[in-house]
């Protein structure tokens, strides 16, 4: 993959993604324009690469830190050719009535608005520069697929792809390729805000033994899909969306293979409905 040189602005570079991602990246000649709010972790990170690196600390949220992001790669090299729109937040594990509209707006705020004005700012780049490269954001299997929590971490990245769509529609008559990956459970820092409790951080190898693979997947592995998306290699792809998720996605739970019939519903139910399964009304 032919990437010596490229510029390439990864966000929540800091994250267990983004890192792996920029590490496999800076392997392969890229120079990198790295992007997180923990400044601390991506001055350490910056540390360890084997390339010249710009960091920015800021919010992909906020639409001047996105700008001031890609400005500080054009400042250091001259322009910005690739981007992994890495960063996002998986919000709490709280039960659809209780979702504040606060804790919702946050999650979408960085997950969705961020995506979009990533986007939005690589193709300013790209036509201020007279040419750009690719796009891979990173969706997730909850893009594809629903569960009862996570309800703003689904819904954002649904909305993820509605973006990666209408920018793949966009980029392909200027040569421009966007595509997302959607991983499955890979444990990162990423679930540990999420809580501790089913679903969170703590069981993910667990569930994760469900998948057609039976185990989790690594960080590098996603970064090995993104770097293949970022480069030339992929070179007819665009408006994909590529799960690496273990085979998850491609499970049918109604049939024997698939786990049918071999859990018990009433556990669920009850944690969904609590009222109902003491014997209340809900009001």
Do not use: C
């Amino acid at each position: 993959m032919d990437l010596d040189g490229k510029v390439t602005l990864v966000t929540g570079a800091a994250g267990g993604i983004g890192s792996a991602t920029a590490r496999r990246l800076a392997g392969l000649g890229a120079r990198l324009v790295l992007m997180d709010t923990d400044g601390d972790r991506l001055a350490a990170l910056a540390a360890q690469l084997p390339t010249d690196t710009v960091r920015h600390v800021g919010d992909v949220a906020d639409e001047s830190d996105v700008d001031a992001a890609v400005a500080a790669g054009v400042a250091a090299f001259g322009r910005v050719d690739l981007h992994h729109l890495n960063a996002g937040v998986p919000g709490p594990l709280t039960r659809l009535p209780e979702l504040s509209v606060a804790e919702f707006d946050r999650v979408v705020g960085i997950n969705l608005r961020g995506a979009f004005l990533g986007v939005r700012e690589a193709f300013r780049q790209y036509e201020r520069q007279g040419g750009g490269g690719a796009i891979v954001l990173t969706a997730s299997i909850a893009s594809l697929r629903g569960s009862d929590d996570l309800l703003a971490y689904q819904a954002s990245k649904h909305g993820v792809l509605g973006v990666l769509r209408g920018a793949a529609l966009y980029g392909g008559p200027i040569g421009v390729r966007v595509n997302a990956v959607a991983p499955g459970i890979v444990p990162t820092a990423l679930f540990t805000e999420s809580g501790s409790g089913p679903g969170g951080g703590d069981d993910m190898a667990r569930r994760a033994a469900t998948t057609p693979l039976r185990r989790p997947g690594t960080a590098e592995e996603i970064a090995s899909v993104v770097t293949f998306l970022l480069s030339a290699d992929a070179g007819y792809l665009t408006g994909e969306v590529i799960s690496v998720d273990g085979g998850a996605s491609a499970v049918s739970i109604v049939r024997p293979s698939g786990g049918a019939g071999a859990w018990d519903t009433a556990p669920v139910d009850a944690r969904l409905h609590p009222a109902t399964h003491r014997g209340e009304e809900i009001a």
